[in-house]
């Protein structure tokens, strides 16, 4: 079955600086990967995800790039603020099959003002 | 548009007890997905179910855990003789059927079995 790293565990930044979180995945049929971030006793919100037919997605001062022969996908936050400070979650899953996602261990992101 | 609602928020069990755990999908959404969230830890997926029928349950353990989605309330997640190590914290998620890979979550329930 599909299994996803996610590196690093931790990250603290200095608000203004960039942050990059790291994902790999095992199953090559996975074709779709969404971002979650997940503040203190919250639910999962979805941020941004991304298609196997597309390299790079962006909005705003998040974007998500994708490379498919490597299966790696990278979540990059510019200009970061105090309240992107949260837990981030990757996830891979196969469009079009029953849906599950299948998450990465989290990366928990501190932005210092 | 109400989004993925769960009750309760927060529930305490004796162990042995049983934890009853509520989810209502988005309006629209007839696919419910559970996760379970361990301390510090990702979410892993339990089981998914449509109205009326559990898809995949491979997620699940195979005693004291069911889940139910009828067609009419909520879906249900069921845990039987709780015990320590069944405190979590319990999410679903639903989908549309267009695009069950788009799934929202809702705020969850803090299971604590004492």
Redesign the interface.
Known sequence: GENVEQHPSTLSVQEGDSAVIKCTYSDSASNYFPWYKQELGKRPQLIIDIRSNVGEKKDQRIAVTLNKTAKHFSLHITETQPEDSAVYFCAASKMGSQGNLIFGKGTKLSVKP | NAG?MQNPRHLVRRRGQEARLRCSPMKGHS?V?W?RQLPE?????MV?LQKENI??ES?MPKERFSAEFPKEGPSILRIQQVVRGDSAAY?CAS?PKS??????????TRLTVT
């Open positions: 993925v696919h997905y996760y830890e990702g979410l892993k997926f998914y898809i995949d997620g999410f989908s695009a069950l890979y788009e799934q929202y979550f809702g705020p969850g």
